[in-house]
T-cell receptor, first 111, second 116 residues
């Protein structure tokens, strides 16, 4: 079946550090890929997405590139802020209608 | 604000009881998803409906059931509740039922269920 494997957390960084959260997937066909973010006490919200190979999703300084050859969709940000502290979920969606989420990676950014 | 509403926000009940969680999708969205988020199991997809019909099923227990009504709101029914059912239950909605750029999901704020 479909699966999403995320880098285990928690991840703790200092402000202005570079962030990478690894995500790899297994799916039949050509899934759409997403990163969602969950701030404390809130629901998930879409951060960025990519729907085909080599697409780059970007938002709020975060980027991820859909790599079909390595089945990966790693999340990156060049300079993190304290306000980026949250839980990040990698997810895929297939044409069969099923959505699969990774386990989430908790990021804490210290001033 | 995602436009997805869920009620109630909090629910406290006893083992063996039955509860109903309600979700109203964003205006124009036909697809509704239910998820369970617990500390030890992460975010688990339960079930998806599209325009009133069941579209996809995930790790949903037989004690749980859901439906989507003609006005597109959805209800998740949890019965014979156990301590392990305590979790956050999220509803999400999307325009399209399957993969693609219109399948991004908009999540509600969640219902926190506590089973004592």
């Amino acid at each position: 079946g479909d699966s999403v494997t995320q880098m285990e957390g928690p991840v703790t960084l200092s402000e202005e550090a570079f962030l990478t959260i690894n995500c790899t997937y297994t799916a039949t066909g050509y899934p759409s890929l997403f990163w969602y973010v969950q701030y404390p006490g809130e629901g998930l919200q879409l951060l960025l997405k990519a729907t085909k190979a080599d697409d780059k999703g970007s938002n709020k300084g975060f980027e991820a590139t859909y790599r079909k050859e390595t089945t990966s969709f790693h999340l990156e940000k060049g300079s993190v802020q304290v306000s980026d502290s949250a839980v990040y979920f990698c997810a895929l969606s297939t044409n069969a209608g099923k959505s699969t989420f990774g386990d989430g990676t908790t990021l804490t950014v210290k001033p | 604000d995602s436009g997805v509403t869920q009620t109630p926000k909090h629910l406290i009940t006893a083992t063996g009881q039955r509860v109903t969680l309600r979700c109203s999708p964003r205006s124009g969205d036909l697809s509704v998803y239910w998820y369970q988020q617990s500390l030890d199991q992460g975010l688990q997809f339960l079930i998806q409906y599209y325009n009133g019909e069941e579209r996809a099923k995930g790790n949903i227990l037989e004690r749980f059931s859901a439906q989507q009504f003609p006005d597109l709101h959805s209800e998740l029914n949890l019965s014979s509740l156990e301590l392990g059912d305590s979790a956050l239950y999220f509803c999400a909605s999307s325009v399209a039922p399957t993969g693609g750029q219109y399948n991004e999901q908009f999540f509600g704020p969640g219902t926190r269920l506590t089973v004592l």
